[in-house]
């Protein structure tokens, strides 16, 4: 099993719509969760972090983890075309806290 | 930008040769993670240097070393390269060996003839 598996896409978004991401991890002790955005070519850029149950929000995007069900979501509201990434979801497990697990990634389109 | 550079920013080598990568971090980072991306997937850990100690390392084999030097810059070197080395590889600086957020650089890419 992997440690961290993201649905593997790619979704495709109208311009103004909702886009959803979701993400599991194996390990029960993981306790730091981060999204990051991917452009082609490009490196890794870091969108946002969450630490406790619920939901964080940071302008358009919207974090939600839930520890009981080892799930982390993000939604982008008003998807625009510069949206258009892969989304990497990455946690820090308690037991090797130095480095990032990261899902495959989902690929996003948003349409205009 | 992050303020963290690698070179070069391409490279292409033949299968057995030996490659070094470079990672300057973030001022004020003292500690330098590598990970390896392969097309399609999401990065994966190689190692961890913190003050200039491997503080950490993932299912990588031998034939990939690294060093960090006192100024908290880095090298990943790969020896006998492989085919299945042919990747992106992505330096990321961290304030400590804990801390949460790392800041990835842009990265090398490396194909493997």
């Known amino acids: 099993q992997k440690e961290v598996e993201q649905n593997s896409g790619p979704l495709s978004v109208p311009e103004g719509a909702i886009a959803s991401l979701n993400c599991t991890y194996s390990d029960r002790g993981s306790q730091s969760f981060f999204w990051y955005r991917q452009y082609s070519g490009k490196s890794p850029e870091l969108i946002m972090f969450i630490y406790s149950n619920g939901d964080k929000e940071d302008g358009r995007f919207t974090a939600q983890l839930n520890k009981a069900s080892q799930y982390v979501s993000l939604l982008i509201r008003d998807s625009q075309p510069s949206d258009s990434a892969t989304y990497l979801c990455a946690v820090k497990e308690r037991s090797n806290d130095y480095k990032l697990s990261f899902g495959a990634g989902t690929t996003v389109t948003v349409r205009a | 930008e992050t303020g963290v550079t690698q070179s070069p920013t391409h490279l292409i080598k033949t299968r057995g040769q030996q490659v070094t990568l470079r990672c300057s971090s973030q001022s004020g980072h003292n500690t330098v993670s590598w990970y390896q991306q392969a097309l399609g997937q999401g990065p994966q850990f190689i190692f961890q240097?913190?003050?200039?100690?491997?503080?950490g390392r993932g299912n990588f084999p031998p034939r990939f070393s690294g060093l960090q030097f006192p100024n908290y810059s880095s090298e990943l070197n790969v020896n006998a390269l492989e085919l299945d080395d042919s990747a992106l590889y992505l330096c990321?600086?961290?304030?400590?060996?804990?801390?949460?957020?790392?800041?990835f650089g842009p990265g090398t890419r490396l194909t493997v003839l």
């Open positions: 240097y913190y003050r200039e100690e491997e503080n």
């Open positions: 990321a600086s961290s304030l400590d060996s804990v801390a949460d957020t790392q800041y």
